[in-house]
């Protein structure tokens, strides 16, 4: 059968297993579009406002369902609007694939109108950046593409598409499907030397993170932990990785990390660190482990050969998937319960916090969603001090999710809550966004009306970019600049939208307005209006401010 470059491509992707897409139409890709006319039901294209929106559905939904999570943008403007997504889903460690319109082959080098060598452009971001120069490798470079976003530290793929590779004529074949690729699988050896190491330990800690875990793998790794009573830290926004009630869990490392965690950290004198590629947030800067050789032990076990020994050098390595090697561990057993039991009731002490000032106390509002939320619930957010409520603030338990951006990419949250409600249509999604996170991409309030995947918005409204604010008090105290804002009504935006949207002014008014927007058929944005001086649940702006002026005034 001959058929197009476009139609194959799509083709392919069926075969492959895609089921969604997110995108902005291009001229670039005209043909690609056409294809997916005749494929509703199969490989559905959800129209999106902006590549940027689009790009970060595509991430979440690959980070959400461990399936590539498919992105469509034109050429130029396009794709640079796009390269937002592909970053985040590289931090994330979250598998993707970017398909983006190019100039044909017969114009390449000459910057054409809205060319990009995609290759420079995208070769220190994306796992793979590729360019298809024979419409009959099309099959090859997809199924590669494929199996580079899930195998290894899963994470994104740019595969830019010439205009003529689209509209060629090809008897290529398509794919009849994926590649059946199991997990790396730890040597015995490997194994009884961390367990040794574990069992010889006095003060164990198990570090864990990651977006390509399973069910099982999840299940393994909880039963182990539980059995050898050890203390369980989540690397930054990875917490929904594991089961939050269970008494091993401990909290997580990221953002504003918590005191008893960057001191279970500090003290742990043997680390078990198991698909974690440690990031500047989870080390608290770097600072908890010294580069390159840490005081404590650390067994690093990842699917990624390149990651471990990337930053610390470990006292045992492990190549394998974390799936595969939370199966093959076996129990130990050490003196270490008291150190578990310590480290859990300061965990638990977490949730306690002063009232917050203004009329809205996100701390009762946060203990309210932590009782009343299915246990299937599913938490986005973008950045900003406002996620300290869904990321410090909540339990997850083993089948709730939480997709927040290790990328610290505002606007995030608004478009993964949009691709989790397009992967389940029937769970729970709340979508956290502060005003100005909201701002980024609000306009995809218009992508979920029209592909009926509305979920629940909660605008923290305090009228500031809060976390520059804090940033500002604390170096430059009583110099505000740059980080007021005035905001539209909210409320009069989401409903032209078509969306249920209400105000809520006041602590006592939330329960009854959260359940009208759970309720609801269309969608819900609650405005929640938050004091600016609630910047953080334990220090207020004014108290920044004081002590920083305080710490002029010493050192004058």
Not at 498 to 514: K, P
């Amino acid at each position: 059968m001959i058929r197009n470059g476009g139609r194959l491509l799509v083709e392919c992707l069926i075969a492959l297993g895609a089921t969604k897409s997110f995108g902005v139409p291009g001229e670039s890709y005209l043909a690609v579009l056409d294809a997916l006319h005749d494929t509703r039901g199969k490989l559905d294209y959800v129209i999106c406002r902006n590549e940027g929106g689009a790009s970060f559905m595509a991430s979440a939904y690959g980070k959400l369902t461990g399936s590539p999570g498919i992105c469509f943008a034109t050429r130029g403007p396009g794709v640079t609007n796009a390269s937002i997504g592909v970053h985040t889903a590289m931090q994330d460690s979250s598998p993707m694939i970017l398909f983006v319109g190019q100039v044909g082959t017969d114009m390449k080098g000459r910057e054409a109108f809205q060319e990009i060598d995609y290759r420079a452009v995208f070769g220190t971001v994306a796992k793979w950046a590729v360019e298809i120069d024979d419409v009959s490798r099309l099959p090859e470079i997809v199924a590669r593409a494929w199996t580079a976003a899930l195998t290894g530290r899963p994470g994104p793929v740019v595969v830019a598409l010439p205009e003529d590779m689209l509209t060629t004529m090809t008897e290529a074949a398509p794919l009849s499907g994926p590649a059946c690729i199991f997990e790396a699988a730890p040597a015995q050896d490997a194994i009884a030397a961390a367990l040794k190491m574990l069992a010889a330990a006095e003060r164990p800690i198990l570090l864990m993170g990651g977006a390509n875990w399973t069910a099982d793998g999840r299940s393994a790794l909880q039963a182990f932990a539980e059995a050898s009573d050890i203390p369980v830290v989540a690397a930054f926004r990875y917490q929904d990785q594991f089961d939050n009630h269970s008494p091993v869990f401990v909290g997580e490392a990221g953002v504003g990390v918590v005191p008893h965690v960057k001191k279970l950290i500090r003290d742990a004198d043997v680390i078990l660190a198991v698909n974690v590629r440690f990031g500047e947030m989870t080390t608290d800067g770097y600072t908890l482990l010294s580069v390159p050789e840490p005081r404590q032990k650390l067994i690093h076990v990842h699917g990624s050969d390149r990651e471990i020994g990337k930053i610390y050098v470990p006292a045992i390595g492990i190549h394998a998937g974390p799936n595969a090697f939370a199966k093959a561990l076996t129990p130990v057993k050490g003196a270490w319960a008291e150190w578990r039991a310590a480290a859990r009731k300061a965990y638990e002490g977490t949730f306690a916090a002063p009232v917050q000032p203004g009329s809205v106390d996100m701390v009762a509002v946060s203990a309210w969603l932590r009782e009343t939320l299915p246990a299937d619930v599913i938490l986005t957010n973008g950045a900003g001090n406002f996620t300290v409520w869904p990321n410090k603030f909540f339990k997850f338990g083993p089948q709730a999710r939480l997709l927040a951006p290790q990328s610290g990419a505002m606007g995030y949250g608004l478009p993964a809550a949009i691709a989790a409600k397009v992967a389940f249509p029937k769970r729970t999604v709340v979508c956290f966004a502060g005003d100005g996170d909201f701002q980024m991409n609000c306009q995809e309030l218009g992508t979920a009306m029209q592909a009926g995947a509305q979920p629940i918005v909660l605008i923290i409204n305090n009228g500031i970019y809060g976390t520059i604010r804090a940033h500002q008090e604390r170096s430059y105290p009583a110099r505000v600049s740059g980080t007021s804002l005035e905001n539209p009504d909210f409320v009069i935006l989401a409903k032209a939208y078509g969306f249920h949207a209400e105000r809520v002014e006041s602590t006592g008014d939330f329960a009854a307005a959260f359940e009208r927007a759970l309720n609801s058929t269309t969608g819900a944005v609650l405005d929640i209006a938050i004091s600016s001086e609630a910047l953080t649940p334990r220090q207020t702006l004014t108290q920044m401010r004081d002590a920083a002026l305080a710490s002029q005034k010493a050192k004058a």
